[in-house]
């Protein structure tokens, strides 16, 4: 009889500038190893929120949502100390593969709608995503998984939720011009979640309202289109 092999791995899924992504099996369970390199404190004085490293923020940020029952995939395993997270593998196709290959657009609206409402659920959870690209949403059945926290804040700013529009709009814009209802279809569904059932005054700050949010996109949009 083989020995029990904690980790089986099966391929590797993306090899990035800072983190090697690979599927595999963790005690039996599909599963994902993520590894980054930490990166080492360059100057001392700086901002902790620039220097410590990306996985310390994306761990921080899924032990955060999984206790406030945010759907994220749940850790398995983490070796903080060489940069090792395995984690539940979530099953389906990114966004951005399913937008490429098979989704009509009557099909995208409910997704887009979706993603809408589920980007106010995290709002609203104090966390802003900080690289919310189509690579980094899975659709998993009719069921969209928000992934990749690793430039993620636990924030009040109004700047960093306005951002996580603004970079999911240039991600649009330049990898999917076939879907140009998407952004419209999204910000919609936001300002319609219904926020009343949730908390929004915490100890450190409230929570920006979604009208706010959608209008500092809009001003990020325009700045960005004057410094072009
Ligand atoms: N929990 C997961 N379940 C399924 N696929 C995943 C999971 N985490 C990462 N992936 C796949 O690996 C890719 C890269 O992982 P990601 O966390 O986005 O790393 P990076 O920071 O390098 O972008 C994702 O786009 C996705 O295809
Ligand atoms: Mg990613």
Redesign the pocket.
Same mark, same amino acid.
């Given at each position: 009889m083989s020995r029990l092999q904690v980790w089986i791995e099966e391929k590797k899924?993306?090899?990035?500038?800072? *983190? %090697?992504?690979t599927?595999g099996y963790w005690l039996g369970k599909p *599963? %994902?190893k993520?590894f980054?390199r930490p990166r080492k404190w360059r100057h001392p004085e700086l901002d902790s929120r620039l220097t410590k490293s990306?996985l310390t923020s994306?761990v921080r940020t899924l032990l955060k949502l999984q206790q406030l029952d945010f759907p994220t995939?749940s850790i398995f395993n983490l070796d903080l100390k060489n940069g090792i997270m395995f984690?539940?593998?979530?099953?389906?196709?990114?966004l951005?593969i399913k937008l490429k290959n098979e989704l009509s657009l009557i099909d995208s609206k409910e997704i887009f709608s979706k993603l809408g409402a589920l980007l106010r659920r995290l709002h609203l959870c104090g966390i802003t995503h900080g690289?919310l690209t189509t690579?980094?949403i899975?659709l998993n059945e009719d069921r969209l998984?928000l992934?990749?926290y690793?430039l993620s804040q636990s924030t009040f700013e109004v700047e960093s939720y306005g951002l996580d529009f603004h970079v999911l709009y240039e991600c649009l814009q330049a990898t999917h011009p076939n879907f140009p209802e998407a952004m419209n279809q999204i910000v919609e569904s936001y300002l319609d979640y219904d926020d009343s059932k949730s908390q929004i005054q915490f100890e450190g700050g409230t929570i920006p309202k979604s009208e706010e949010i959608i209008s500092r996109f809009e001003q990020i949009k325009s700045r960005v289109r004057y410094h072009d």
């Open positions: 899924l993306h090899e990035g500038a800072e *983190a %090697i992504v599927s *599963a %994902i993520k980054r990306r994306e995939p984690m539940e593998k979530v099953e389906g196709d990114t951005v690289d690579t980094n899975i998984v992934i990749d690793g």
